[in-house]
């Protein structure tokens, strides 16, 4: 039953649905009807696309209702089902953290010392307070966690900052980190032959796009005698490719570099004789 196609889970809306959606579509999994309703079906991966709450999807997956879902590290961790955390996905990176509002006087953690905390996240934040010492009543709240203060139902909250938008606008400030989360691909334990197949093509494709987009593919014009010198500051995948310019004695090289260590690279093949240097963006990128 259901097994000639993956069913993968999302989020039906919130931060991680957008960049859900267009991580799926850069590995060719393309939704063919709209996505407002429940499932979608896609044309040229053989898959199904299950819009669901977050929090709901690690016990669909435990259950098999999905095969595979995209969804916070923070979720999984707090639902403590027994699925398969198959690789991250390195984008929606956020923190659990603690805040409190404005004029709260926060010293340190013994600053919510019998206090109350919203969350959604019970287990994880028991855990800490546990490890920091700390006795707290936790109350229990599934969404809009950042009014329980205002409303007077909590004196503190723990929950996601992305941008910190949310705890500026409802006159919070973040005091303590609780964990680092971002978004992760998890499985069931038990997929059949045929979905394991298709789970293996998908991390093959998230892992190139991943891949993709911490690398830059980088241009550059030198003079021909300092071909030696560039090729260890940009020595790409194999091995550059060189090009000669019409113009003699100089060169067109082509390579890739890691994003992160770009603005490092740049003096050092200015001081090379670098002109003309291009940096663009790799769509996909399979070693
Ligand atoms: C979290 C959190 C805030 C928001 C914070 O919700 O509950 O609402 O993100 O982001 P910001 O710092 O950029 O304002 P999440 O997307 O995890 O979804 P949820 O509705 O399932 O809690
Ligand atoms: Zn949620």
Redesign the pocket.
Known sequence: MNSSYLKIAI?KS???LEKSLAMLNECGIRINSGYNQLRAVCDNFPCEILFL???DIPAYIEDGVADVGIV?ENVVVEKQKDILLATRLGFAQ?RLALAVPRDFAYTDIKSLEGKRIAT?YPKILQNFLDEAGIQAEIHIIS?S??IAPSIGLADAIC?????????LSNGLKEVQPVMKSEAVLVANHHLNDFKQKLLDKLIFRINAYKKARYYKYILLNAPADQLQAIIELIPGMKSPTVLPLAEPGWISIHSVIQEDDFWEIIEKLQACGAQGILVVPIEKMIL
């Open positions: 989020q919130g931060r991680l709450r977050d929090d916070g956020c959604s969404g966690v950042e929950d996601i900052v992305s941008t910190g938008s949310t705890l």
